[in-house]
């Protein structure tokens, strides 16, 4: 199966970047996005965390930070969401493999529904800011005091 290519950032602050003045950050990832991200990637197929921070740049997250992805390695194979077993190398040093039990699919689902409930909210949402955004007039204002 091929991924689908990620979207072109069109902020200029980027994921996770700066908040502007109303502290509003651009790009900014729903809580736990990397949670989702490992879980949706170890569904697709077993990995190693090397291999996982690779892919997990397409979702713009973990540029080089390794020290993160591991920490909730941890906590993933500790809540039972994610095994690991060692795994020995002909040409290099042993390596953790990450598998997804089913106690993490289960979490995946239920992560996807939400981000799917989230979705229909936020269409919902900018609809009706386009409907205001792109009419001339200009906003009601309460009375003067």
């Known amino acids: 199966m091929v991924a689908p ?10 994921v996770g970047g700066l908040a502007d003045a109303f502290g509003v950050r651009a790009g900014a990832e729903p809580r736990n996005f990397l949670q989702g991200c490992v879980l949706l ?13 690779e892919r997990l740049k397409a979702f ?19 809540q039972g969401m994610v095994r690991s077993e060692w795994e020995t190398s002909e040409t290099g040093p ?9 106690t ?10 939400s981000l799917a409930e989230t979705r229909r909210l936020l269409d919902y949402y900018l609809g009706r800011h386009a409907l205001v955004a792109d009419s001339s007039a200009p906003a009601a204002s309460g009375p003067r005091t």
């Open 94 to 102: 042993k390596r953790r493999m990450y598998y997804l039990t089913a």
């Open 5 to 14: 290519e990620r979207p072109a950032d069109t902020t200029t602050a980027g």
């Open 60 to 78: 713009g997250i973990a540029d080089g930070d390794s020290g993160n992805l591991y920490r909730k390695l941890r906590s993933l194979e500790e």
């Open 104 to 113: 993490g699919d289960a979490r995946l689902r239920r992560w996807a529904d």
């Open 41 to 53: 990637l170890l569904r697709e197929r077993p990995a190693h965390g090397y291999e996982l921070l």
